[in-house]
């Protein structure tokens, strides 16, 4: 139902910086809690970051410190800026959109983009 367009992947050296983003075109956006995962090969899918629709935000321990998750409503877009990245960072990074509450909520993944990080 809901249409994420994620952008902002590629290389980086360790300690580099990325900012991704994930657009939501078409939806009310604000009503949305909103999400960051990643998956490495042959491991699960990890939470990253989410950030819900009141603005509050929580982070993997992983990458607490590192990472910030923000959103910004008038654009539809959720980003997530990167810094101090390290090789264990490498993976597909997912968006996520979720609405509702309780047995009745909603969520949409985006299609993922490559963060490797790398010498």
């Known amino acids: 139902q809901v249409q994420l367009v994620e952008s902002g992947g590629g290389l980086v050296q360790p300690g580099g910086s990325l900012r991704l983003s994930c657009a939501a075109p078409g939806i009310i956006f604000s009503y949305y809690d909103m999400g960051w995962y990643r998956q490495a090969p042959g491991n699960q899918r990890e939470l990253v970051a989410v950030?819900?629709?009141?603005?509050?935000?929580n982070y993997a321990d992983s990458v607490r410190g590192r990472f910030t998750i923000s959103r910004d409503n008038a654009k539809n877009t959720v980003y997530l800026q990167m810094n101090s990245l390290k090789p264990e960072d490498t993976a597909v990074y997912y968006c996520?959109?979720?609405?509702?509450?309780?047995?009745?909520?909603?969520?949409?993944w985006g299609q993922g983009t490559q963060v490797t990080v790398s010498s």
């Open positions: 950030i819900t629709s009141g603005s509050s935000t």
């Open positions: 996520k959109a979720t609405t509702g509450s309780g047995r009745y909520s909603l969520s949409s």
